[in-house]
């Protein structure tokens, strides 16, 4: 069974840029969550997405967005990007309806210079 | 609101011996938690889970955690500790009223010395 996967590994923009991660879950899981993981802030909940709707967001800017396709691909886009977006941006893809293991991709390296 | 405190930054530990990693949450109702180990430029990965049912949850790599709910604690233990165990440990908590949504702690740098 195919692991969590996220495009592209490592990216380098420059401020005022826009940017869009991509995240393939496991095959059959629906569910897919977003996080970013900051050495200041640690790991903070972005979104979740499940049968492309948004169903959880946290505390972040509307320059991060999200989405998710039929196939349960998601994408989540972050406009306008400033240094503190720079960051590893983590999906999670959640298996059934209990949540009671997410599997994690690798990452997105995001710098922005 | 959940919430999730891992007190120590580090945790240092000699090869062979036990190690434990704190971890205590805050939350309404009943806790969901969860222990994630990150690996230097890897994602997270599962090692165990606490829903209902014993308080004493056995995981992966010989991992164990021991829910305590008068005091809010859900420490990780391992009883031999590994070289390869050496990672950033994370404790995390989910409030099942709000899906997938993890709250993580701050996170422990374990280093495992020969």
């Known amino acids: 069974k195919a692991g969590v996967t996220q495009t592209p590994r490592y990216l380098i923009k420059t401020r005022g840029q826009q940017v869009t991660l991509s995240c393939s879950p496991i095959s059959g899981h629906r569910s897919v969550s977003w996080y970013q993981q900051t050495p200041g802030q640690g790991l903070q909940f972005l979104f979740e997405y499940f049968s492309e709707t948004q169903r959880n967001k946290g505390n972040f800017p509307g320059r991060f967005s999200g989405r998710q396709f039929s196939n349960s691909r998601s994408e989540m886009n972050v406009s306008t990007l400033e240094l503190g977006d720079s960051a590893l941006y983590l999906c999670?893809?959640?298996?059934?309806?209990?949540?009671?293991?997410?599997?994690f991709g690798p990452g997105t390296r995001l710098t922005v210079l | 609101a959940q919430s999730v405190a891992q007190p120590e930054d580090q945790v240092n530990v000699a090869e062979g011996n036990p190690l434990t990693v704190k971890c205590t949450y805050s939350v309404s109702g009943n806790p969901y938690l969860f222990w994630y180990v990150q690996y230097p430029n890897r994602g997270l990965q599962f090692l165990l889970k606490y829903i209902t049912g014993d308080n004493l949850v056995k995981g992966s790599y010989g991992f164990e955690a021991e829910f305590n709910k008068s005091q809010t604690s859900f420490h990780l233990k391992k009883p031999s500790a590994l070289v390869s165990d050496s990672a950033l440990y994370f404790c995390?908590?989910?409030?099942?009223?709000?899906?997938?949504?993890?709250?993580f702690g701050q996170g422990t740098e374990l280093s495992v010395k020969p």
């Open positions: 999670a893809s959640n298996g059934g309806d209990s949540y009671n293991e997410q599997f």
């Open positions: 995390a908590v989910r409030d099942p009223n709000q899906g997938g949504k993890l709250i």
